[in-house]
């Protein structure tokens, strides 16, 4: 009864492909959100959905496309991979959108670039 | 614009002693803030929040912070550290962009 899942739990890819995480929450929160989690230990929101609309885009190359096919659902497409994708990628939920909300994580995917 | 620092990257201590992690954060107002805890090859899993009231907030497995305004600090603690305690520990911070920023984390070491 996984709150938040995600597949792969690893990927190891060459440079220059493209590749996807899917991420489901079952839960029935409105709001998903995408983290980079680096080699340092840095969590840093990337992107957010609030019922399927996109509401958080931080600073990420345009290479970074996530799709809302519903609310329950948030994946994230990644094209022409480099070196510098590797890192470890959580997707959390909320109930809402608001400030003071929890979020529940995923158990993150390992994406490695070769 | 809003922070948080975590000062200590690595805490060691043995199995039973007390503990502190240490949180400062940067925000014009009254900030959203959080302790969540990650298990090697886990996910994030919050341990307790704060928002209003009562600055003193209580949170699973035994954990505690306190809010102090005067010096911009939410440091977690707890009596007495088992050795399932050791993980990473972050402080995060959501203001009003709902934007949230995590500290750098802590790593928690103990020792039997």
């Known amino acids: 009864d996984t709150a938040v899942s995600q597949t792969p739990k690893y990927l190891v890819t060459q440079m220059g492909n493209d590749k996807s995480i899917k991420c489901e929450q079952n839960l029935g929160h409105d709001t998903m959100y995408w983290y980079k989690q680096d080699s340092k230990k840095f969590l840093k929101i990337m992107f957010s959905?609030?019922?399927?609309?996109?509401?958080i885009n931080e600073t990420v190359p345009n290479r970074f496309s996530p799709k809302s096919p519903d609310k329950a659902h948030l994946n994230l497409h990644i094209n022409s991979l480099e070196l510098g994708d590797s890192a470890v990628y959580f997707c959390?939920?909320?109930?809402?959108?608001?400030?003071?909300?929890?979020?529940?994580f995923g158990p993150g995917t390992r994406l490695l670039v070769l | 614009a809003q922070s948080v620092t975590q000062p200590d990257i690595h805490i060691t201590v043995s199995e039973g002693a007390s503990l502190e992690l240490r949180c400062n954060y940067s925000?014009?107002?009254?900030?959203?803030l959080f302790w969540y805890v990650q298990s090697p090859g886990q996910g994030l899993q919050l341990l307790l929040k704060?928002?209003?009231?009562?600055?003193l907030v209580q949170g699973i497995k035994g954990f505690e912070a306190e809010f102090k305004r005067s010096q911009s600090s939410f440091n977690l603690r707890k009596p007495s550290v088992h050795w399932s305690d050791a993980a990473e520990y972050f402080c995060a911070l959501s203001g009003g962009s709902y934007i949230p920023t995590f500290g750098r984390g802590t790593s928690l070491i103990v020792h039997p």
């Open positions: 925000y014009g107002a009254t900030p959203y």
């Open positions: 959905y609030n019922n399927k609309e996109l509401i």
């Open positions: 704060y928002f209003s009231g009562d600055t």
């Open positions: 959390a939920s909320s109930q809402f959108s608001g400030a003071e909300e929890t979020q529940y």
